[in-house]
C-alpha cells in the first residue's frame, strides 16, 4: 500500500514560513512535523497517524543526515497511534508510551452534557463497562468545558489510573528514563495565563500547569508532547506555546521571521551553511542538532524568568503590599493570606526542584558514561541535601563507578554545556528567590503577630487611662463630698458657726489640695512605669511648652544653621 502524500512548506521561504507561524498560533492546530539540515527544511502541519510512514521516508533530505522534530499539542486517539508508531521504532516501553501520551481527549463532536452523562454512567456501571485501558479509564475526569467545582471538588477520592492524574495532582512530578537508542523527560510547565490568574483562592501557585514530555532519539528525532487544556483564550494559548514557536522560528533562514527582534529568546539550533565545527563531512551531525533541540524545548527560561521575577507573578511585590498594610493596621486574617502565599511558594519551589533533578541525572548519567568526575557536583545539589538520605551515604557510593554501559544514549557536549548552565540558573535565580520570598514570609507572619499584640496592649493601656481618668475624677469629689455631708450634719452647737463663705472656702482649699495630690501621684507613677504610648493633657501641654521655649532660646534656626554651615 502506498504511503498517503502530505503537503510540506519550504520554511526558507518567506511566505511558506508566514502559513506555518500562522497556523502554530490557531488553536486548531494539533501538530506539526518539522525537518532540517543544513541546506534544507520543511514543515508539514496537522498530519495524522496514517502519514507517518510517509514523513519518515522524507529523511534523510537529499541523501543527507537530517534532524526531524515531532510536536503533538493535546491527547487524542490519533495522536497515541502516531507517538506510539514512532516510539515503538526506538524500543520504547509502553510505559513511557503512555507518559508520552498520557490520556486521550474528549470527542470534540460530543458536547458537554453528554459527556458529563456519559461520565456519570461510567461511574455508576463499575465492573464490566469499566477499562484497563490507562489511556482509557480516565476520560471520565476530563471534559471539553473548563473543569467546575463540582467536579474538581473530589480529586483525592478518584482512582490513580493515568500519570496525567499524578501530574495533577503533583506538580513536582517529574520522570527521566534512559533506553539504548533514546532519554525520555516529562515535567510539569507553568504558564501565566488568565485561566490561571482566576485561581487566586487556591493554594498552588496561581498559572496554568502543562504537562510536557520529550523523546530524544539516537538518529537526530525529537518528539514532544504538550498538554492542550481546552476552552483556553488566544493570549493564553500565544503563552502556552511561545517557545515551541520561538525555536520554529530559529529553525527558519526567511528573510521575514521577527526572531531577532528579542534577544534573549535567540537560541543556536540549526548550524550554518559553513559549518565546519561538525565531524561529518556534509557539515551536519544530526545528534548534536536533536540534543540541542532537545534542550531548548525544556528551558523555556523566558517563561521561568516571568514566572519568578515578572509581573505576572510578584510575590515579592505581594509580600511588600502586606507589610505596608500591616504597619497600617495589622489583622489577624492577614496570616491566613500568608498562609496561602506560603503554599503556592512552596509547591513553585518544588516545582523547579524537579527541574534541578532532571538536569542532575541527566549531567549525572552523562558523566558516567563519558568517565568523568560529576560525583562531588551531583552531591552538592541543594534538592539532594533536603533529600531523606544523608550525606555519609553518597560519600561512601561512588556514582562513578555504575556501569551504564546499557544506556548508550548520549547528548552531544554542546547539549550538556547548556544543561550545567540551566542548573546554575535554576539554583542561582530560581530557587534561591523562592527561598528568600519564603523567608520574608514567616518574618512577616511573626511581624503580624507582634504588631497585633502591640495593638492589643495599646487597647489595654487606652482603656486602662480611662479608667484612671474616672477613677481620679471620683477621688477628686470624695473629700468634697465628706466636707459637704459634714457641714451638712445638723448638730446645735454648729449651727450659727460656719456661713456660706467658710463652706466655699473650705471647698476651694480641699479641692485644690485633691487636685494637687492627683497631678504629683500621676507624674510619680509615670517616673516609676516609665513613658507609656498615649501622654497625658498635662504633659502634652508640658511638651509644648518645653519646645516652645527652646526654638526661642536658640538664636540661629535650624535651616538657617545648614545653610550658614555649607
Given amino acids: 500500500m502506498s504511503a498517503i502524500s502530505v503537503e510540506s512548506y519550504d520554511i526558507d521561504d518567506e511566505s511558506a514560513y508566514q502559513k506555518c507561524y500562522s497556523a502554530f498560533r490557531n488553536a486548531k492546530t494539533r501538530n506539526f512535523c518539522v525537518g532540517f539540515n543544513t541546506d534544507r527544511a520543511f514543515c508539514v502541519t496537522d498530519f495524522d497517524a496514517s502519514q507517518i510512514e510517509s514523513l519518515s521516508s522524507r529523511i534523510p533530505l537529499e541523501g543527507r543526515p537530517a534532524c526531524r522534530w515531532f510536536n503533538f499539542w493535546g491527547w487524542n486517539q490519533d495522536h497515541q497511534i502516531a507517538v506510539n508508531a514512532i516510539a515503538s521504532k526506538y524500543d520504547v516501553s509502553p510505559r513511557l508510551i503512555h507518559l508520552l501520551c498520557p490520556r486521550k481527549s474528549p470527542d470534540p463532536s460530543t458536547s458537554p452534557k453528554e459527556l458529563r452523562a456519559e461520565s456519570m454512567g461510567r461511574q455508576q456501571g463499575h465492573g464490566d463497562e469499566h477499562s484497563d485501558d490507562l489511556e482509557k479509564a480516565d476520560s471520565d475526569i476530563q471534559v471539553c468545558s473548563p473543569p467546575t467545582p463540582q467536579k474538581r471538588a473530589p480529586p483525592r477520592k478518584r482512582e490513580l489510573t493515568s500519570f496525567s492524574d499524578v501530574a495533577e495532582d503533583l506538580w513536582h512530578f517529574c520522570s527521566v528514563d534512559f533506553g539504548r537508542r533514546y532519554l525520555c523527560l516529562g515535567f510539569n510547565g507553568l504558564f501565566t495565563t488568565e485561566e490561571g490568574l482566576e485561581l487566586g483562592a487556591s493554594n498552588k501557585p496561581r498559572a496554568t500547569r502543562i504537562w510536557s514530555t520529550l523523546l530524544l532519539c539516537d538518529d537526530g528525532t525529537v518528539i ?52 565546519a565545527s561538525n565531524s561529518n563531512s556534509s557539515g551536519f551531525d544530526a545528534l548534536e542538532v536533536a540534543s540541542l533541540l532537545f534542550y531548548y524545548l525544556f528551558d523555556d527560561w523566558i517563561t521561568t524568568y516571568g514566572l519568578i521575577f515578572g509581573h505576572e507573578h510578584p510575590y ?56 568523568s568526575k560529576y560525583e562531588a557536583r551531583y552531591q552538592q545539589t541543594p534538592f539532594m541535601s533536603r533529600s531523606s538520605t544523608s550525606d555519609s551515604d553518597f560519600k561512601n557510593a561512588n556514582l562513578n563507578e555504575v556501569d551504564f554501559s546499557a544506556a548508550t544514549m548520549r547528548l552531544h557536549i554542546s547539549a550538556v554545556g547548556r544543561f550545567e548552565r540551566l542548573l546554575d540558573r535554576i539554583r ?16 512577616l507572619v511573626w511581624m503580624n503577630f507582634n504588631l497585633v499584640t502591640l495593638k492589643e496592649s495599646a487597647a489595654i493601656e487606652k482603656l486602662t487611662r480611662t479608667t484612671i ?8 469629689f470624695l473629700p468634697v463630698s465628706l466636707m459637704t455631708a459634714y457641714f451638712s450634719t445638723q448638730f446645735h452647737e454648729i449651727d450659727n458657726l460656719y456661713s456660706l463663705k467658710t463652706y466655699w472656702l473650705c471647698f476651694l ?55 550658614s554651615l555649607r
Fill in 224 to 275: 514532544s508532547v504538550f498538554e492542550s487544556p481546552d476552552g483556553l483564550i488566544p493570549s493564553s494559548l500565544e503563552k502556552i506555546r511561545k517557545n515551541q514557536v520561538n525555536v520554529f522560528q530559529h529553525l527558519s533562514r526567511a528573510p521575514g521571521k521577527p526572531s531577532a527582534q528579542n534577544v534573549l529568546m535567540q537560541v543556536s539550533i540549526r548550524p550554518l551553511k559553513d559549518g
Fill in 469 to 476: 481618668l474616672l477613677a481620679k475624677a471620683t477621688i477628686l
Fill in 428 to 443: 542561582l535565580y530560581a530557587l534561591a528567590e523562592i527561598e528568600q520570598c519564603l523567608a520574608e514570609k514567616e518574618q
Fill in 316 to 371: 515579592q511585590d505581594r509580600l511588600e503590599s502586606l507589610r505596608r498594610k500591616m504597619m497600617d493596621s495589622a489583622e489577624v486574617a492577614d496570616v491566613e493570606t500568608l498562609h496561602q502565599i506560603g503554599q503556592q511558594l512552596t509547591v513553585l519551589r518544588r516545582v523547579y526542584e524537579s527541574y534541578e533533578k532532571i538536569a542532575n541525572r541527566i549531567l549525572q548519567r552523562q558523566a558516567s558514561l563519558t568517565g
Fill in 509 to 563: 482649699v480641699v479641692a485644690v489640695s485633691t487636685i494637687g495630690l492627683l497631678f504629683g501621684f500621676g507624674l510619680l507613677s509615670n517616673k516609676v512605669r516609665g513613658r507609656t504610648v498615649y501622654k497625658s493633657l498635662t504633659e502634652i501641654l508640658l511638651d509644648k511648652g518645653r519646645k516652645r521655649k527652646e526654638q526661642e532660646g536658640s538664636p540661629v534656626s535650624p535651616p538657617f544653621r545648614e545653610q
